[in-house]
């Protein structure tokens, strides 16, 4: 069974910076795999944040609300994909989730989604 481990969440002030980490279980391999974060806010629906598309597209999105701010990236040596969130916001405080779908572009939709992560939590205090 295909498990992501996603870890890295916490407590920030606003302006500072985290690393979130999304591990994929062994024998799991993103190379034919779109991966990527998406975040639920208190009150609000799912969306996606930053997403890389499989190694032989190589395209990358980000919501405009963290370009320039959030950058996604891939260890495929170590099977973890990773989301540098820098200069945050309180408006980023969301559990975060990192998932994976098979053959996709990007940007990812919800339902083409065939992993899902468990979430980690950021804070960002004002």
């Known amino acids: 069974e295909v498990q992501l481990q996603a870890s890295g969440g916490g407590l920030v002030q606003t302006g500072g910076s985290l690393r979130l980490s999304c591990a994929a279980s062994?024998?799991?391999?993103?190379?034919?795999?779109?991966i990527g974060w998406f975040r639920q806010a208190p009150g609000k629906k799912r969306e996606g944040v930053a997403h890389?598309?499989?190694?032989?597209?190589?395209?990358?999105y980000y919501a405009d609300s963290v370009k320039g701010r959030f950058t996604i990236s891939i260890d495929n040596a170590k099977n973890t994909v990773y989301l540098q969130m820098n200069s945050l916001k309180p408006e980023d405080t969301a559990v975060y989730y990192c998932?994976?779908?098979?053959?996709?572009?990007?940007?990812?939709?919800?339902?083409?989604?065939?992993?899902w992560g468990k979430g980690t939590l950021v804070t960002v205090s004002s």
């Open positions: 998932a994976a779908a098979w053959g996709l572009s990007v940007p990812l939709e919800e339902h083409g989604i065939n992993y």
């Open positions: 062994s024998g799991f391999t993103f190379d034919d795999y779109a």
């Open positions: 890389v598309s499989s190694s032989s597209d190589g395209k990358i």
